[in-house]
């Protein structure tokens, strides 16, 4: 996902958004800052935009690229994180090689407000990849808030993590009992080992006697033949529905014959997932 113009399109939304007074101290503060190439500058107005941006009820969002204004409204961007981020973009498009490893460093001084921000919209900057190591040190974190900026709804994950990366994220969201569906291109990158990770975690869960969200299985439909069958046969028996809509989404699916043989015996939900009528995305409808 590679958006165009962004600085120029965030500054027509700031135009319409901020008022003229709040805007000129943004752009007076922004020269200042490239200027002098100063770092104490950036990270303070980066920290003090919501007490100079007045935060707006509605956001006017007048974008020719349609990508980035769904982009920004299924972040639920508002007023000030559009300043902040158009803060970043624009000292690192006039020094890319100054600015990058300060930006960088904003995860380690930023309050989580400000971290959120810089985590949700990293995409959005110049060479997004730049940032993958503070990316991937945000899962760490146990700041439900923190977690699912880099998470949620985040195309960032799925365009620059490793499979390891991707699997501690899509594990922990788990553990965190977060909505797995706010994870984007879970089927793009579903992995060999994700599948058994999967079936491990769920094999500990139930010798603990404790649920699983059945979403949780998705990644594992690509590779049933790996010792997950069982797993599949278990999950058909279950008295709960939504787990019996899981072993058919998985092994409808799956290119494995074991699991087609498996499904002819349990075909409860085969004619409803055949019309459209079932789907991951409709799961619990």
């Known amino acids: 996902m590679a958006f165009k113009k ?11 958004n901020v008022l003229e007074g709040e805007r000129e101290w943004l752009l007076l503060k922004l020269k200042q800052i490239i200027g002098e190439k100063s770092t104490r500058d950036l990270y303070m107005t980066y920290s003090l935009i919501p007490s100079k941006i007045t935060l707006t009820t509605s956001l006017s969002l007048q974008l020719a690229d349609a990508d980035l204004k ?29 600015f990058t490893p300060k930006v960088a460093n904003i995860i380690q001084v930023a309050d989580t ?7 949700k919209f990293l ?14 040190e945000a899962l760490r974190t146990n700041i439900a808030t923190v977690f699912n900026a880099i998470t949620m709804h985040n195309p960032y994950p799925a365009l620059y993590f490793n499979d390891q990366q991707w699997n501690q994220m899509y594990l922990k969201a788990a553990f965190m009992q977060q909505d797995l ?10 992995n060999k080992d994700l599948a058994r990770i999967i079936s491990d975690y769920a ?9 699983i969200d059945p979403y949780f299985w998705r990644p594992a439909a690509a590779f049933l033949e790996d010792g997950l069958l069982p797993d599949m046969e278990r999950l058909f028996k279950s008295d709960n529905v939504l787990e019996r809509k899981v ?5 409808v699916a799956s290119e494995s014959e074991q699991a087609k043989s498996l499904l002819l015996k349990h075909p409860e939900f085969v004619s409803q997932i055949e019309s459209g009528e079932l789907s991951w995305e409709n799961l619990e409808k």
């Open 70 to 98: 769904a982009y920004l409204k299924l972040q639920e961007a508002n007023i000030q994180q559009i300043s902040r981020i158009y803060l970043l973009v624009r000292v690192l498009e006039e020094n890319s090689e100054f």
């Open 123 to 136: 995409v959005l900057l110049p060479n997004p990849e730049e940032y993958k190591n503070q990316a991937v």
């Open 203 to 211: 094999h500990e869960r139930w010798a603990a006697s404790r649920d």
């Open 6 to 16: 962004v600085s120029e399109q965030l500054l027509g939304i700031l135009e319409h």
């Open 181 to 190: 569906r706010g994870i984007l291109s879970v089927d793009e990158r579903a």
């Open 247 to 251: 072993a058919s989404l998985c092994c």
């Open 113 to 119: 407000g400000e971290l959120e921000t810089f985590l």
